[in-house]
């Protein structure tokens, strides 16, 4: 075991992966010799060359085709988005022909979209997007949302094993602020499978990416008898895992820093509401972000994006329930 | 807007008069909640009277703090309703939304914070969560006898379990029967009756209007010799006039409808027969001078018929200016309760759903009630120069509903006859 920033793990996994296959090879925008924007692929254009560190156009449509191209004929891509924002513009791609390939005509297409996703940094409306709910929506694409540093290493290398197009989420406040014991050489964390990041019994907050922390924390310092279950995956679900700790507390508060019409919280409810409904001892509740663009301003920021007090407010409400 | 200051900032909010006739009014529905900020003359809640529903506009600027009078209370005029804050200032959080007044994880479920001011908690004693009624059903509990520690009394799941733990279902247990009832029955169990076999069914309390609606109507069958008339009118003449006359109108801001020279030819009429512009007391027929007329106005949840005084006095624009008025602000429960009453001959027209034919209820005390019905195209016999054709006319039926107490059937067809003549040829006007 080596301690580890979650971005660390991030390049770790991505290392062990490049020199386990020789298929697996990183696309991105100054991904190489600059090292990507977060420093993710630092050092990686000096061990395994700028074939397998490829420097892009700022064409995130190409980055994408390119890759599932490359995918068909075998290899192994994981493309950087510099922005989770940016994936707008390869969506085309994603969506419509990455996702729908092994549907169409039974061609696997094995790559990993890296994703820096979030808010909090003052990034505004285009650098601080929490997108996954796009691609909850697009049957074929795997979702991830890993929370901690662990998680990050074993889930990607998965990602990269796994034969489908994966959507990874990586969120940008747990890059640098986020560390912990990371099994070193090679570590995978089965895709699907959710957490139990916290054990109780009075209440439970689901939630991944940098929910799960503000969950964990808020459940500290309240010392409240409060289950947190890390998600981890969005797609597949683990509604067993979901099932099993909303029958155990009969009360659910779910968290995520995406906005909250239809994102992932809402498929949680809704699943819960369906299967759990005669467990259930209090209305199922969100937070989330509100419906809006993302601000820029610090404070307005700060209004928007999930707080510690609102995780215990929301949290002492339905306690109190 | 009647409201009395008790105290510097507190501003009450009461039971307005609504006219000469309301003593009482109920609560429909709040449309603040306690914390919510009002500017003054938006509206605050909804009252219904045994005449109108109408809006209660705010008496001042402020934080609504106390809400007195819960929505199905029916209460004198003046009587207080409602508390504001004047002193408040809009933009801040609810009392309950604010995290400070229960900082403090370990005091458990808050109390009820009545001597703060704020507004009393929701009572939720008889509330039952899906796994709570689950888990009674499971163990025969009766939930009656099991105490709640969640918000406003709520039994939690947490209480049943600790009820179940002290050993609270096993109070009662079953008593073994003295004897085996024997498997004969004498008779068969009556068939299911006619209730079992409608099915699921929902009930819901009739509003206040419904109730009147309800209790006019029938009163109305009670008391008159219904009976209806029907005439057939062929409205090609005034399509004419109207299309001539509606845009100058409509640039005066008055909608020329049909009904509008339907209710000028009923009022000409009316004064041609006395007796249908009447009411009847005991074994008296009381004639009235003026012409009250009353438009009946379909409402979402009801019906309304708000009345022009001294119809006679209108003209043609005149009638059509008021009825627009009436119906505009009768939709948007704007009127006044004496405006509502006093009438002497009501006109009903559904036709604009696209009705044809209809025996409408007289409106008490009245005597008689004109319906128009909708307006269509229809195949007519027509005779010009003494060669009879076919031809395609706007036609409609004026159905007229009278107390056969007070007139017969030869003076109803007269009047209809009259008003018939008049729309198609144009002679009183």
């Known amino acids: 075991m080596a301690e580890m920033t979650y971005l660390e793990a991030i390049s770790d996994a991505l290392r062990t992966e490049m020199r386990r296959d020789e298929s697996v090879f990183c696309l991105g925008e100054d991904i190489g010799a600059f090292g990507g924007a977060f420093k993710v692929t630092d050092g990686f254009a000096e061990e395994f060359g700028a074939d397998r560190v490829l420097d892009t156009p700022l064409a995130e449509n190409a980055i994408v085709g390119a890759a599932t191209g490359a995918a068909i004929e075998g290899m192994r891509p994981v493309c950087e988005m510099q922005f989770a924002d940016f994936i707008a513009c390869g969506f085309d791609q994603l969506v419509n022909v990455a996702a729908k390939l092994h549907y169409r005509q039974g061609v696997a297409v094995p790559i990993v979209v890296r994703l820096p996703s979030g808010g909090g940094f003052s990034g505004g409306p285009f650098h601080s997007q929490n997108p996954e709910a796009w691609f909850l929506q697009t049957p074929g694409l795997k979702v991830l949302t890993p929370a901690t540093a662990e998680d990050a290493k074993g889930l990607l290398a998965s990602a990269i094993r ?6 990874f989420l990586e969120h940008k406040g747990l890059y640098r602020h986020v560390r912990g014991e990371v099994p070193e050489g090679e570590h995978t964390v089965p895709i699907g499978k959710a957490r139990v990041a916290r054990e109780g019994s009075e209440m439970t907050v689901i939630a991944y ?5 503000l ?11 409060i289950e947190v279950v890390d998600l981890r995956s969005l797609c597949p679900l683990d509604g067993e895992a979901i099932l099993a700790s909303a029958r155990k507390t009969g009360k659910v508060l779910i968290a995520h820093e995406a906005t909250r019409a239809c994102g992932a919280g809402a498929e949680v409810a809704g699943l819960i509401g369906e299967e759990a409904f005669e467990d259930l001892d209090a209305p199922i509740r969100r937070l989330t972000t509100p419906d809006v663009p993302i601000p820029f301003s610090p404070p307005l920021e700060q209004a928007v994006l999930p707080q510690l007090d609102d995780m215990k407010e929301a949290c002492r409400e339905l306690l109190a329930y | 807007m009647s409201s009395s200051r008790t105290d510097s900032s507190i501003v009450e909010v009461s039971m307005p008069q609504m006219g000469v006739s309301v003593a009482e009014g109920t609560i429909v529905e709040w449309r603040k909640r306690p914390g919510d900020w009002v500017k003054a003359d938006e509206p605050i809640c909804d009252v219904s009277t045994d005449k109108i529903d109408v809006e209660i506009p705010s008496p001042a600027s402020g934080r609504l703090t106390r809400i007195l009078i819960e929505p199905g209370e029916t209460v004198p005029v003046g009587t207080p309703l409602a508390e504001l804050d004047t002193a408040a200032e809009p933009g801040e959080a609810h009392p309950e939304e604010s995290p400070s007044p229960r900082s403090d994880p370990s005091s458990g479920p808050p109390d009820s ?13 008889s509330f039952y969560s899906p796994v709570v009624r689950r888990l009674a059903d499971e163990h025969g509990v009766d939930l009656g006898r099991v105490e709640g520690t969640g918000v406003g009394g709520r039994v939690r799941k947490v209480d049943l379990m600790d009820f179940l733990e002290d050993g609270g279902a096993k109070e009662e247990p079953e008593e073994r029967p003295m004897h085996t009832e024997s498997p004969y029955q004498p008779e068969l169990q009556p068939a299911a009756s006619a209730g079992d076999l409608i099915g699921p069914t929902r009930r819901e309390q009739m509003s206040p209007i419904r109730t009147q609606i309800a209790r006019h109507m029938l009163d109305s069958r009670r008391a008159s010799a219904h009976c209806t008339t029907i005439v057939e009118v062929d409205f090609s003449r005034i399509a004419r006039r109207r299309r001539e006359l509606r845009e100058a109108m409509a640039r005066r801001g008055v909608n020329l409808t049909y009904l509008a020279f339907v209710a000028r030819e009923a009022v000409a009429a009316l004064e041609r027969h006395p007796v249908l512009n009447a009411s009847i007391e005991g074994e008296e027929i009381v004639y009235h001078d003026q012409v009250n007329l009353g438009i009946a106005v379909a409402l979402e949840n009801g019906l309304i018929v708000p009345v022009i005084r001294q119809a006679e006095r209108l003209s043609l624009e005149g009638l059509a200016a008021a009825i627009g008025d009436l119906a505009t602000r009768a939709r948007e429960k704007r009127l006044h309760p004496d405006e509502v009453q006093g009438g002497t001959f009501t006109i009903t027209n559904p036709g604009q759903f696209g009705a044809v034919l209809a ?7 009245q005597v008689a009630i004109l319906d128009l019905e909708a307006i269509v195209k229809r195949p007519v016999v027509v005779e010009r120069d003494g060669d009879e054709a076919i031809a395609i006319h706007p036609m409609s039926y004026l159905c007229m509903s009278w107390d056969h107490r007070a007139l017969d059937g030869a003076e109803a067809a007269r009047f209809l006859a009259g008003m018939k003549r008049a729309l198609e040829e144009g002679e009183s006007e």
Not at chain 1, 209 to 213: A, K
Not at chain 2, 113 to 125: C, F, K, L, N
């Open chain 1, 209 to 213: 990416g940098s929910s799960v922390h």
């Open chain 1, 162 to 167: 796994d034969p489908n197009p994966v959507c």
């Open chain 1, 215 to 225: 969950a964990l924390e808020a459940a500290e310092a309240l010392d409240e008898d």
């Open chain 2, 113 to 125: 914070a009545s001597d703060t001011g704020e507004a009393p908690e929701v009572d939720r004693s």
């Open chain 2, 359 to 365: 025996t409408p209820i007289i409106n008490q005390p």
